[in-house]
């Protein structure tokens, strides 16, 4: 299983739907987990992080199984606005030489 | 508030020429950190530095060099510069390693040819 993994999309959903996207980790040991936002030919911006069990805010919820070893994101009445590349964030442990993991993000557009 | 500030946002070289790309960062993070991002390639880290006088190699450091002499600026070197590393680069910064938020740059367009 690569480090992080994420369905690149696009997903093309209409405004107001409600939208899920699945993030899986190899590392068990990892212990913090983070959203980021990205916009087309923008820099990355933190969305939610997560510590424990899950994280929610507003229309946004982020749910952690480390169990089966996957982070997702829910998007609820989706807005035009939220149209934009979302990444998965796993921070290795500190043994490792890559102390911030990247997914490749996945793309949502929402459609008027 | 300034953040993560990168310079230069635009650049075109030709091969074999060398550059520097300059970040600073006003929030007294000790962690920072350089990423190139390519289309379907992701984010993957070049170089980080844990402090001040300190670096430390990432996924892909190969071509590139990095020093963080004082501690609110990370350079990253271009020696010889190649079309391969034609990218989006982005510089950024935390306050921990793993636990906070990371603040990132606007990026720096590259195009090598």
């Known amino acids: 299983r690569k480090e992080v993994e994420q369905d690149p999309g696009p997903f093309n959903v209409p405004e107001g739907a409600t939208v899920a996207f699945n993030c899986t980790y190899s590392n068990s040991a990892s212990q913090s987990f983070f959203w980021y936002r990205q916009d087309c030919r923008k820099e990355p911006k933190l969305l939610m992080s997560v510590y424990s069990s899950g994280n929610e805010d507003g229309r946004f919820t982020a749910q952690l199984n480390r169990a089966s070893q996957y982070i997702s994101l829910l998007i609820r009445d989706s807005k035009l606005s939220d149209s934009a590349t979302y990444l998965c964030?796993?921070?290795?442990?500190?043994?490792?030489?890559?102390?911030?993991?990247f997914g490749k993000g996945t793309r949502l557009s929402v459609i008027a | 508030n300034a953040g993560v500030t990168q310079t230069p946002k635009f650049r075109v070289l030709k091969t074999g020429q060398s550059m520097t790309l300059l970040c600073a960062q006003d929030?007294?993070?000790?962690?920072m950190y350089w990423y190139r991002q390519d289309p379907g390639m992701g984010l993957r880290l070049i170089h980080y530095?844990?402090?001040?006088?300190?670096?430390a190699k990432g996924e892909v450091p190969d071509g590139y060099n990095v020093s963080r002499l004082k501690k609110q600026n990370f350079l990253l070197g271009l020696e010889s510069a190649a079309p391969s590393q034609t990218s989006v680069y982005f510089c950024a910064s935390s306050l921990q390693m793993g636990r906070s938020e990371a603040f990132f740059g606007q990026g720096t367009r590259l195009t090598v040819v």
């Open positions: 530095s844990v402090g001040e006088g300190t670096t």
């Open positions: 929030m007294n993070h000790e962690y």
């Open positions: 964030v796993v921070p290795l442990p500190r043994s490792g030489n890559t102390p911030l993991v």
